[in-house]
């Protein structure tokens, strides 16, 4: 079942959470990397994609962890409705109420008795507040949406801070972003239990093929 309102404890990010906003970040950066040319461009060039680059990420991780706590704040709501109504209503409508909230797979795996204790423990619950809230881990957990964002920017521009040829930065730039990238994948890949190296090939892949789709796109 979703996260629920009454849960005692929220995980901040979960692995895929944190992979998405690296990967979304990387994205991001790489739009403004990509639209170097890999000879020819000058200096001011370049110090402009920098400063297009973490203004950019910097800009989109605030949005992103705004986006983030609206979601926590509307989910949180949604649970408070279920819990009130699961309360309020008959055992047939409680279960079927449980039943609807909880994904297929658990559906599947649950039997009748467990849906009914489990309605049991949620009716004798207290009352909760009438409207959802945030807590400080909701905080802290967009606090981290921003610096994942953000800070996945650094090592892909760190080379052109570093390295006074734009060619050679750029190629260590590229590497980075493509290790990065790989590293993402093979971490989502083993939290879903499928081919860690297939899954970061595959990120590889999707992120080069967005950046490009980006760029083309004129962003």
């Known amino acids: ?7 005692p404890q929220q995980r901040l990010l979960d692995p895929i959470e944190r992979s998405s906003e690296i990967l979304f970040g990387l994205i991001m950066v790489l739009t403004f990397t990509g639209s170097l040319r890999a000879s020819g461009f000058d200096r001011d060039s370049v110090n402009r994609m920098l ?27 949604h649970n408070l409705v279920l819990l009130r109504n ?28 467990e849906i009914e204790s ?8 207290p009352k909760r507040q009438r409207t959802a809230r ?17 800070l996945s920017t650094l090592p892909v521009v760190l080379p052109f801070l570093f390295m006074q040829n734009p060619t050679r ?3 260590i730039s590229n590497l980075i972003a493509i290790i990065m990238l790989f590293i993402v994948g093979t971490r989502y890949g083993k939290y879903a239990e499928y081919h ?11 992120g080069a093929a967005l950046v490009g789709l980006t760029i083309a796109l004129g962003g």
């Open 1 to 7: 079942m979703a996260e629920t309102a009454f849960s």
């Open 51 to 77: 400063v297009g680059a973490l203004g950019c990420n910097l800009a989109w991780g605030i949005i992103d962890a705004i986006f983030y706590l609206m979601g926590t704040l509307s989910q949180r709501g």
């Open 86 to 113: 699961i309360q309020e209503s008959s055992p047939e409508r409680g279960r079927e109420l449980l039943t609807d909230a909880v994904s297929d797979d658990m559906a599947t795996v649950l039997s009748d008795n």
């Open 118 to 125: 489990i309605r049991v423990r949620m009716v004798q619950l």
């Open 134 to 150: 945030l807590r400080r881990d909701d905080y802290l957990a967009a606090l981290g949406v921003f610096l994942l964002v953000f």
């Open 169 to 171: 930065a750029l190629r």
């Open 196 to 206: 860690p190296w297939k899954v970061g090939l595959v990120m590889v892949l999707i």
